[in-house]
């Protein structure tokens, strides 16, 4: 074979392996986030920082900032919102602020009725007081970049 022949023969080896390669990073990108059915609901028991939940908002997760205080409505709005974590494992996080504890930080988003949410996703959404699970499961599901199979 000529050395030109090999040349042209490597060349198009090395430009095969590169689309091929460049093929699969796509394809890997588009399918990169399946979440495992039954997979643990993303629940902390204190305010995520905003670092944090920009990778889950990229990643199709919806932030929910639950503020509470020490009462009856706040209770049951606790198991309103972990429940809904639990519906939605995978695509729900929930951090869990208490009021007093992070009195800053609830004033700084303009917080003064228990319980509130703040539900992140590709807007904001606000919800103070109580509010029905299907109502707040309703709010979350508008939120999501690319709709999921919970919220249909």
Same mark, same amino acid.
């Given at each position: ?30 399918f990169q986030r399946a979440p495992a059915q039954g997979q643990q609901s993303l629940v902390?028991?204190? +305010?995520?920082?905003? !670092? ?14 639950f503020y509470y205080s020490n009462n009856a409505d706040s209770s049951a709005a606790d !198991? ?13 996080? #929930? ?8 009195? !800053? ?9 228990? +319980? ?10 606000? #919800? ?18 690319? +709709? ?5």
């Open positions: 074979m000529k050395r030109d022949t090999k040349k042209k023969i490597f060349s198009i080896f090395v430009l095969l392996m590169f689309m091929g390669s460049s093929i699969a990073y796509a394809v890997s990108v588009v902390y028991d204190k +305010p995520l920082a905003d !670092s944090e939940a920009s990778k889950l908002i990229e990643n199709n997760i919806v932030v929910a900032d !198991s309103t919102i972990t429940g809904l974590a639990q519906d939605l494992s995978g695509y729900l996080a #929930v951090d869990k602020i208490n009021a007093a504890k992070y009195k !800053s930080l609830a004033d700084a988003n303009g917080i003064t009725q228990f +319980p509130s949410f703040v539900l992140k996703g590709t807007t904001i959404d606000t #919800v103070s007081g109580a509010i029905s699970k299907q109502d707040l499961k309703s709010r979350i599901c508008q939120l999501y970049a690319q +709709p999921i199979a919970a919220c249909a």
